[in-house]
């Protein structure tokens, strides 16, 4: 039975890569609480050479922010990094915002950094980044909302749907907390709601087209 | 792409240029990503159905246009944010500048003035306060009003005096303020040598030569273009080897100005002139 599920599960997958994968990008995540261990489950398996740059907006407490990149490195083949005001969103890497400030993407596809008011207490949002990247990216763009205690995010979600772009909402009854993939149901319908184990085989996917 | 989005991104820039050639405020060169989100704010706040809406009545109203100068910039701001920064300042770029005979120093960008009373502060303690000019300036006239009143809530001062303390203070905070009711009113005396002025980054040109600016979190607000038109100016008005200071995100990496500053404190963003 298990076996079936997963080979359901990868032919769904599969399907959506199929239909838009050769569009993407670039890949726009979001978490709040619950995030980093979802995060670690579906970036896990990639390798170190990257097609499709992944950024991430995670709330964390501005102390512990810091070591973000230090964890994620520590745990992950490709590089990760801070992403950097006015640096352009490179390939091979995965990219977390600054805590502190809202992180943007611009349509010429360079980082902006911005101290405006936090959103639901949040700074960074992933409602900036994701609106932002919809209108750089537009179509060409995947952006996926996961575990959260808050609605940030959803707005965000769908901008990237009205842009024409992928959009996934992390199953709300697997997520460790609800909140969040629950704000973007009501708001929006994504193409897909996806467990992390399907988020994960969606993303190696998307960035290793000739898997098998 | 959606209808609406893109007849908001043909107004964006409209509204912009509409707004350099009537009030001369440049916003052309903004980063948009932060200028969009702030316009469809301030058309909620201010009631506006479209931007070209608030494009007709800016353009008539100058009053109006001054509400929506308030939103088209940010002044979030804290004293002696970044503690390091200023401890930087202090132990890194203080004992050189005590080798001049007088000192000027900018302050880009100062918004509502608690990074111009931090560095008054900091000069005042480290006794070069009273042979410093201190050049304040912002293209906003009401945050520098705010600026030259020096009255801030009260209920900050318990954050800044951690900051203060962080940064090297050598006093009690307190020592600086008086509270009245909810207000902290700084000391006069810090704002002696202080020249509040208007001035833009994105159309004015040098107006002094100076030994340090400090110019943080304003830059993140420019695109590319914009950003090496500033460090080409801050690059004119230092004198030779002088400091520049910027945000603890900030960098000069990706500016082709960027080769001719040193860093000085690369953590804390303190760089200077080659």
Redesign the interface.
Same mark, same amino acid.
């Given at each position: 039975m298990t076996m079936d599920v997963t080979a359901e599960v990868i032919a769904d997958v599969d399907a959506l890569v199929c239909e838009r994968g050769h569009d993407i990008e670039a890949i726009v995540l979001g978490a709040s609480a619950g995030g980093i261990g979802a995060l670690l489950t579906i970036l896990a398996p990639l390798p170190a050479t990257l097609p499709i740059p992944i950024v991430i907006v995670l709330h964390v407490a501005e102390d512990k922010a810091s070591r973000l990149v230090e964890v994620f490195s520590h745990h992950l083949a490709p590089q990760v990094r801070l992403a950097? @005001?006015?640096?352009y969103v490179a390939t091979d890497t995965v990219y977390f915002s600054?805590a $502190?400030?809202?992180l943007?993407?611009?349509? $010429?596809r360079?980082f902006?950094?911005? +101290?405006?008011?936090p959103r639901y207490f949040s700074r960074p949002a992933i409602d900036?980044l994701f609106?932002?990247a919809a @209108?750089a990216y $537009?179509g060409a763009l995947l952006g996926v909302l996961m575990t959260g205690a808050n609605e940030d995010g959803a707005e965000g979600l769908a901008a990237i749907a +009205?842009? $024409?772009g992928v959009t996934v909402v992390q199953d709300p009854d697997e997520a460790e907390f609800a909140t969040m993939p629950l704000a973007a149901l009501k708001l929006l319908r994504p193409d897909r709601i996806l467990s992390l184990q399907q988020i994960r085989t969606l993303i190696y996917r998307l960035e290793i087209p000739d898997a098998g | 792409m959606p209808k609406n989005e893109a007849t908001l991104d043909i107004e964006l820039p409209l509204l912009m240029e509409a707004i350099y050639r009537k009030y001369s405020y440049d916003f052309r060169n903004y980063s948009l990503a932060s200028q969009k989100r702030r316009v469809i704010h301030a058309l909620r706040q201010m009631e506006c159905p479209s931007v070209s809406e608030l494009q007709a009545r800016i353009l008539r109203e100058p009053e109006t246009f001054l509400q929506l100068l308030q939103y088209l910039t940010i002044p979030t701001t804290e004293m002696f944010r970044d503690p390091d920064y200023f401890l930087s300042l202090r132990e890194k770029v203080v004992p050189l500048l005590r080798t001049y005979p007088s000192l000027k120093i900018w302050i880009a960008g100062c918004s509502t003035g608690e990074e111009l009373y931090a560095m008054a502060i900091l000069l005042k303690e480290e006794g070069l306060l009273s042979r410093s000019i201190i050049y304040a300036t912002d293209i906003n006239p009401a945050v520098l009003e705010k600026a030259r009143k020096g009255i801030f809530p009260l209920n900050r001062m318990r954050a800044y005096s951690a900051n203060y303390q962080a940064a090297g203070g050598k006093n009690a905070f307190s020592d600086y303020f008086t509270a009245a009711y909810d207000a902290a009113i700084f000391d006069r005396s810090l704002c002696e040598n202080v020249t509040f002025a208007d001035h833009s980054l994105a159309t004015d040109s040098v107006f002094s030569e100076t030994h340090l600016i400090s110019c943080r979190n304003v830059m993140i607000y420019f695109n590319h273009e914009l950003q090496d038109r500033v460090l080409e100016l801050f690059h004119e008005s230092l004198c030779h080897r002088g400091f520049l200071g910027l945000g603890s995100k900030e960098n000069l990496e990706f500016s082709r100005w960027g080769s001719f500053f040193e860093a000085v404190d690369k953590p804390w963003r303190v760089y200077r002139k080659k």
């Amino acid at each position: 039975m298990t076996m079936d599920v997963t080979a359901e599960v990868i032919a769904d997958v599969d399907a959506l890569v199929c239909e838009r994968g050769h569009d993407i990008e670039a890949i726009v995540l979001g978490a709040s609480a619950g995030g980093i261990g979802a995060l670690l489950t579906i970036l896990a398996p990639l390798p170190a050479t990257l097609p499709i740059p992944i950024v991430i907006v995670l709330h964390v407490a501005e102390d512990k922010a810091s070591r973000l990149v230090e964890v994620f490195s520590h745990h992950l083949a490709p590089q990760v990094r801070l992403a950097e @005001d006015k640096a352009y969103v490179a390939t091979d890497t995965v990219y977390f915002s600054s805590a $502190g400030y809202h992180l943007s993407i611009e349509k $010429g596809r360079w980082f902006s950094l911005s +101290r405006e008011e936090p959103r639901y207490f949040s700074r960074p949002a992933i409602d900036f980044l994701f609106t932002s990247a919809a @209108d750089a990216y $537009g179509g060409a763009l995947l952006g996926v909302l996961m575990t959260g205690a808050n609605e940030d995010g959803a707005e965000g979600l769908a901008a990237i749907a +009205r842009a $024409g772009g992928v959009t996934v909402v992390q199953d709300p009854d697997e997520a460790e907390f609800a909140t969040m993939p629950l704000a973007a149901l009501k708001l929006l319908r994504p193409d897909r709601i996806l467990s992390l184990q399907q988020i994960r085989t969606l993303i190696y996917r998307l960035e290793i087209p000739d898997a098998g | 792409m959606p209808k609406n989005e893109a007849t908001l991104d043909i107004e964006l820039p409209l509204l912009m240029e509409a707004i350099y050639r009537k009030y001369s405020y440049d916003f052309r060169n903004y980063s948009l990503a932060s200028q969009k989100r702030r316009v469809i704010h301030a058309l909620r706040q201010m009631e506006c159905p479209s931007v070209s809406e608030l494009q007709a009545r800016i353009l008539r109203e100058p009053e109006t246009f001054l509400q929506l100068l308030q939103y088209l910039t940010i002044p979030t701001t804290e004293m002696f944010r970044d503690p390091d920064y200023f401890l930087s300042l202090r132990e890194k770029v203080v004992p050189l500048l005590r080798t001049y005979p007088s000192l000027k120093i900018w302050i880009a960008g100062c918004s509502t003035g608690e990074e111009l009373y931090a560095m008054a502060i900091l000069l005042k303690e480290e006794g070069l306060l009273s042979r410093s000019i201190i050049y304040a300036t912002d293209i906003n006239p009401a945050v520098l009003e705010k600026a030259r009143k020096g009255i801030f809530p009260l209920n900050r001062m318990r954050a800044y005096s951690a900051n203060y303390q962080a940064a090297g203070g050598k006093n009690a905070f307190s020592d600086y303020f008086t509270a009245a009711y909810d207000a902290a009113i700084f000391d006069r005396s810090l704002c002696e040598n202080v020249t509040f002025a208007d001035h833009s980054l994105a159309t004015d040109s040098v107006f002094s030569e100076t030994h340090l600016i400090s110019c943080r979190n304003v830059m993140i607000y420019f695109n590319h273009e914009l950003q090496d038109r500033v460090l080409e100016l801050f690059h004119e008005s230092l004198c030779h080897r002088g400091f520049l200071g910027l945000g603890s995100k900030e960098n000069l990496e990706f500016s082709r100005w960027g080769s001719f500053f040193e860093a000085v404190d690369k953590p804390w963003r303190v760089y200077r002139k080659k």
